[in-house]
């Protein structure tokens, strides 16, 4: 990786010439004392502004995740042996202080690459585009035709959405290597009540309607054996972000009073959660109705026969299965039909039974050799559901068996804890109930329909703190009519919602290394700032720290998206530090300056104007804190016990903050890019630099 040194900045909070770590005397620096001189060079030397501004740099710029952290599969709760890297440090100081070195990255040596490279021009976007693993997908191109050759498109929203590039594709064009039929692993069996009593004892107490499947997960899924998922209930919802941020943030307390007990496994500060969501109700409904599925048959149970394999369990044996299910059960808990890209073994299916002849040839094309572009631009362009597909193609009608086939499995998704448990279950009022608490992010992207489609599992919860603040907003309202107070949270609770979900997996890295003691940094933007909330509660109630913790936060506007404000206990104002990425306009000019304000009437100058405006706008990163912040972070990743965590996305925050972190260790320590980079790692082996970037 080409790394394009930034230096640290010379003020208050970050001295380059200074490479012994010591304590910091004061609180995080705010960016409003900074001089005018220092704010300068932040704007001048920040990240690109797009991109595309270089070839051989790696851009800074930071964007909020809105995905939570996935949770390693190591159950391991040991504390790797904490090493000090300060022998890198003494052999630097004794050794002369040569230039730093850079890292150097060839794109191109003569001509004919660079022409290779860039082709028409499109070059850049080409790099962007990730492989899909199915090999080159230029080698059987079709020859172009005129455009009464080509094949009849369906005529519908869905379709155009998909953007194909179908050029050279005609009624009788030859299409070969095409994906073969696979072989049908699922099928359904009818269901006599006796076999239910002889043969699936089990399923006796279990209601197959439609109201209970939306609600409980089958028993079959079993995510962490020999425990079911356990429907916790919410015990309260509300949204952490304001009206007009860009991404909406909600925080719930989940109550596991009754949480089966796991070989004394317990909830941990730190800790991530796994939950398990069903697909939407609607789009499930909406899937079998494009499939053809009598309505009789959607919530009537069946057998379910598998040959091999793991699904619909999530993490079971691979064996063969008989077991007895619905097929609005399997749409809803068992296949994920919006998460992943379409597959060639999709196509395929879809193909086979298309009954227009102009839909199987696109769909065999989409399959075959001679499709592999649009099939590769498919997968890495807008993300496509299949839902979408089969409004797309509405002459396609697979069988529900032969669908399920070819579909990933719906996994959970991962979110780490926003409390330290035992400090929630001492809040007053609860009486003896246990929560834990989290803190969700809605990702969102581009829809065919009008609007945008929400992730499975950010959407799923989205739906429940709906209906959780509406009951809330209601309650309120009959309150102030009839003059009387409202409990908060009583009515919400009312309704009885419940979030299928498994502890499992409490020791991703956030958790494993986390100690009660000993000086940290924070680093997190978005919601990816969450879990850091358990780690500042745990600390102020075991020993009043802090002075030795330091929490940086990104955002986008302080006044829209910042999270937890106000909730971090007494010290909130002397430990956080808030970084805002949305553009601000510049400090005014200073006195005396000539006011250039066009006058009325003069669009050259108005133009002119707004272009200076948008020149003078800056950006702000946490990366660019991390810099300023050099002591503090030089001072507590070389103390014996000190520990620096990252929690956000890897793309922007995440691969900004590991710069300036590399630029830190050269400035301060006085070393090459390639040493710098060691001692980070050597730091991460040691338990002191953590971090969980998604």
Not at 289 to 315: E, M, Y
Not at 433 to 456: F, P, Q, Y
Not at 630 to 644: H, P, S
Request: proline share 7%; hydrophobic share 35%.
């Amino acid at each position: 990786m080409h790394h394009r040194h930034k230096s640290i900045p010379n003020c208050a909070s970050s001295d380059p010439n200074n490479p012994i770590p010591s304590e910091p005397k004061t609180a995080v620096t705010p960016f409003s004392d900074i001089s005018a001189q220092m704010r300068t060079h932040l704007s001048t030397s920040s990240s690109p502004r797009s991109s595309g501004e270089s070839l051989d740099t790696v851009t800074d710029d930071t964007s909020d995740s809105d995905t939570p952290p996935s949770t390693p599969p190591n159950e391991s709760q040991g504390v790797e042996e904490i090493t000090d890297g300060m022998a890198v440090l003494a052999r630097a100081a004794t050794s002369p202080q040569a230039r730093k070195r850079r890292a150097s990255t060839t794109y191109a040596s003569n001509s004919e690459e660079i022409r290779r490279l860039l082709g028409d021009g499109t070059g850049t976007k080409f790099l962007q585009k990730y492989c899909c693993g199915e090999g080159c997908c230029m080698m059987e191109v079709l020859p172009s035709h005129s455009e009464d050759a080509g094949v009849p498109k369906p005529d519908n929203a869905a379709f155009r959405f998909l953007n194909l590039n179908l050029e050279g594709l005609g009624v009788d064009t030859e299409l070969t290597r095409t994906v073969d039929l696979p072989e049908q692993n699922v099928s359904f069996g009818p269901l006599r009540r006796e076999s239910i009593h002889q043969k699936f004892p089990d399923e006796i107490e279990h209601d197959h309607d439609e109201a209970s499947v939306n609600v409980y997960p089958p028993e079959y899924m079993k995510p962490h054996p020999p425990y079911s998922i356990f429907n916790a209930p919410v015990y309260g919802a509300r949204e952490l972000t304001k009206p007009g941020a860009e991404k909406r943030t909600y925080h719930f307390d989940i109550d596991v009073t009754d949480y089966p007990e796991e070989g004394g496994v317990d909830f941990k500060v730190g800790g991530a959660v796994g939950i398990c969501p069903p697909n939407d109700p609607a789009m499930v409904e909406d899937v079998m109705d494009q499939l053809g599925v009598p309505r009789f048959q959607r919530d009537k149970p069946v057998r379910l026969f598998t040959k091999a394999g793991r699904w619909p369990t999530i993490w079971g044996d691979e064996e063969a299965r008989e077991l007895v299910t619905t097929r609005r059960e399997i749409l809803t808990w068992t296949v994920d039909v919006t998460s992943t890209p379409p597959t060639k073994k999709l196509f395929r299916v879809l193909a086979e039974f298309a009954s227009d002849a102009y839909e199987k040839k696109i769909l065999t094309y989409l399959c075959s050799a001679q499709g592999q572009a649009a099939f590769c631009d498919l997968r890495t362009g807008p993300h496509i559901t299949v839902q979408q597909l089969l409004q797309a193609f509405p002459s396609s009608k697979p069988p529900l068996e032969a669908l399920c086939g070819v579909l990933t499995q719906l996994m959970p998704r991962f979110y780490s804890l926003s409390n330290d448990p035992h400090v929630s279950s001492a809040r007053e009022g609860l009486a003896g109930r246990r929560l834990i608490e989290m803190a969700v992010t809605i990702h969102e992207t581009v829809a065919h329909s009008d609007g945008k489609r929400t992730g499975v599992g950010s959407g799923f919860l989205e739906r429940v703190a709906h209906k959780f603040i509406k009951a809330e907003q209601e309650a309120e309202e009959i309150a102030d009519k009839l003059g009387y107070h409202v409990v908060p949270g009583v009515a919400g609770r009312k309704l009885n919602l419940q979030v299928p979900m498994f502890r499992g997996l409490m020791a991703n890295p956030l958790s494993k290394e986390f100690a009660s003691d000993g000086p940290m940094v924070l680093i997190g933007a978005g919601v990816g700032m969450a879990p850091f909330r358990g780690f500042i509660l745990n600390r102020l109630k075991n020993a009043n720290c802090a002075n030795k913790i330091w929490l940086i936060q990104g955002i986008r506007d302080s006044m829209l998206d910042e999270i937890y404000r106000g909730e971090l206990g007494d010290h909130e104002s002397e430990i956080k530090k808030v970084v805002q990425s949305r553009a601000q306009e510049a400090p005014p000019v200073a006195h005396g300056q000539p006011d250039t304000e066009p006058q009325p009437g003069d669009d050259s100058a108005t133009s002119a104007k707004k272009e200076e405006r948008k020149q003078n706008k800056v950006a702000k990163y946490v990366q660019d804190e991390v810099r300023l912040q050099a002591d503090i972070v030089w001072f507590v990743i070389n103390a014996l016990d000190g520990r620096l965590f990252v929690c956000g996305s890897t793309k922007g925050m995440g691969e900004g903050v590991e710069s300036a972190l590399v630029d830190v260790a050269m400035d301060k320590g006085n070393l090459d890019y390639e040493t710098a980079r060691q001692f980070w790692k050597d730091k991460q082996d040691a338990g002191q630099y953590i971090a969980e970037t998604w």
